[in-house]
């Protein structure tokens, strides 16, 4: 039995060439709407978003949105990056924020030297109640501990930050 989302999905692979522009290293991998179809494509170093947003802060639908940000130490790459980044697309493919998972833009990793990151990016900044949900769905099914905070960081604020952090509109 195919398990079929009510959205259509589209995978992005982002290649960092300096000589390119950002949108010129862009590369649409593959569509699909249904988790077997998912399964296919199951990578590391990607963009993951609904069919129809590009994965650039300009896009329409994400120039007002911001994104829920887990960052991981250089260590917590081999323990928990891989099963934290497919919990994460499993989350927008399994539609898992309830009433708020059309808020759900997508959801990028970056694998760093420093340390990674994985966030999930939505919609609307201003939509208190929906993007605390989502938070609290992603904390709690990505298992971190309790005491342990996730930000949610508007775009709009992480492109004018003026120095090595942007400041959290809102925690769990």
Known sequence: MLSVSNNRWSLWFFKNDKSKTWQANLRLIS???????????????????EDGIEPMWEDERNKRGGRWLVT???????????????ETLLCLVGEAFDDYS???????????TKGDKIAVWTSD????EAITHI?????????????MTIGYQSHAD???????????KFVV
């Open 102 to 112: 059309d808020d759900v833009c997508g959801a990028v990793v970056n694998v760093r």
């Open 31 to 49: 569509k699909f709407d249904t988790v077997e179809d998912f399964w296919c494509w199951n990578c590391v170093e990607t963009s993951f978003l």
């Open 72 to 86: 991981l130490t250089k260590q917590q790459r081999r323990l928990d990056l891989d099963r934290y980044w497919l």
């Open 135 to 147: 938070g609290r769905v992603y904390k709690e099914r990505l298992g971190l501990p309790v005491k």
């Open 158 to 168: 992480t492109a004018t930050k003026s120095g090595s952090t942007t400041k959290n």
């Open 125 to 128: 900044y201003e939509n208190r």
